[in-house]
């Protein structure tokens, strides 16, 4: 069974770092692309980065370029984000998810249950 | 703002059909990048509900459609269930942004 299960969420102030995590099971992770996207308190998803499954291609949103860092480690099938100079507007819940088809119009087939960072002084 | 459209709410009686628009344009849907669409339970996370415009993951019931005309695409809910109450949204691929894109979210109330 396919799982994926982030961690390091939590309460940091702003201009503060964070970390996310997320460990995955029940798949061959090293042959996948990965991806986080968040959702704000009562609001839609939001992509923010991608990375392929060698680590060689990596995108981010413009809304987190600069800022957040996105890197896996396969031998330990694990996927970070290491988030700095932390915003109130980056509160939100963070997934991470599995990318699949090859096509640009990719989409996301698993998820994660998320963790909840939130930015307040 | 989202790039892709969708109405925010929608709502129908048990057993009945309803239909959820997203609305995108030459950048995105109707430069013939696929529509995906996902559910979202309350409190939890979005699961892939229809993938490549019309095609159900394992274990969706056929109930749950999806087609894409143009610069749009729908996703139609037939006999519907009160346990299909949830939030819907629509993805797809923006050239202009060079990233995937989600509709705003459609809420599905069963009357």
């Known amino acids: 069974e396919v799982q994926l299960v982030e961690s390091g969420g939590g309460l940091v102030q702003p201009g503060g770092s964070l970390r996310l995590s997320c460990a995955a099971s029940?798949?061959?992770?090293?042959?996948?692309?990965m991806n986080w996207v968040r959702q704000a308190p009562g609001k839609g998803l939001e992509w923010l980065s991608y990375?392929?499954?060698?680590?060689?291609?990596?995108y981010y949103a413009e809304s987190v370029k600069g800022r957040f860092t996105i890197s896996r480690d396969n031998a330990k099938n694990s996927l970070y984000l290491q988030m700095n100079s932390l915003r109130d507007e980056d509160t939100a819940v963070y997934y991470c998810?599995?990318?699949?088809?090859?096509?640009?119009?990719?989409?996301?087939?698993?998820w994660g249950q998320g963790t909840l960072v939130t930015v307040s002084s | 703002q989202s790039v892709l459209t969708q109405p925010p709410s929608v709502s129908g009686a048990p057993g009945q059909r309803v239909t959820i628009s997203c609305t995108g344009s030459?950048?995105?849907?109707?430069?013939?990048?696929?529509v995906h669409w996902y559910q979202q339970l309350p409190g939890t996370a979005p699961k892939l509900l229809i993938y490549?415009?019309?095609n159900r993951p394992s274990g969706i019931p056929d109930r749950f459609s999806g087609s894409k005309s143009g610069t749009s695409a729908s996703l139609a809910i037939t006999g519907l269930q009160a346990e299909d109450e949830a939030d819907y949204y629509c993805?797809?691929?923006?050239?202009?942004?060079?990233?995937?894109?989600f509709g705003g979210g459609t809420k599905l109330t069963v009357l």
């Open positions: 030459s950048s995105n849907i109707g430069a013939d990048y696929d």
């Open positions: 990375i392929g499954s060698s680590s060689f291609i990596i």
């Open positions: 490549g415009n019309s």
């Open positions: 998810a599995r990318k699949r088809s090859s096509s640009p119009s990719y989409y996301f087939d698993y």
């Open positions: 029940g798949f061959t992770f090293s042959s996948y692309t």
């Open positions: 993805q797809s691929y923006d050239s202009s942004l060079s990233g995937v894109v």
